[in-house]
């Protein structure tokens, strides 16, 4: 039996070490913000809104993606189709684009059902 993410959705991997060590070295005065658990806001929001099971937001060691000021995302919609993306985002000023992007990348048909 295959989970729902990998047959309707996709993974997001979040690089933990852009996020714990990259970011506040770039950044210090952002050091032990609360905001870089980016990982655990996504899991709490993709439950709360209903796309848990469908999306899994995982934390990843090191992706060699490491963009000054930024926090690296891999997407693969294994189960949605599609194409995987490795992008990079301002963790603290992105958040929503974050999460929009994770959504509309990994269950598309979700968004559709969405109200505007």
Not at 30 to 49: I, P
Not at 66 to 93: I, N, S
Request: proline share 6%; net charge negative.
């Amino acid at each position: 039996m295959h989970p729902s993410w990998d047959r309707h959705g996709g993974l997001a991997l979040i690089c933990e070490k852009c996020l714990n060590v990259r970011f506040p070295e770039d950044f210090p005065e952002h050091a032990g913000d609360e905001r870089l658990k980016l990982r655990e806001w996504l899991k709490e929001r993709l439950k709360r809104e209903g796309h848990w099971g469908l999306i899994r937001a995982v934390g990843s060691t090191c992706l060699d993606v490491c963009a000054k000021g930024g926090v690296t995302v891999f997407l693969d919609p294994v189960g949605a189709g599609g194409e995987q993306q490795c992008l990079v985002f301002d963790p603290l000023e992105d958040r929503e684009l974050i999460y929009e992007t994770i959504v509309r990348t990994l269950a598309p048909a979700a968004m559709e059902k969405t109200p505007q």
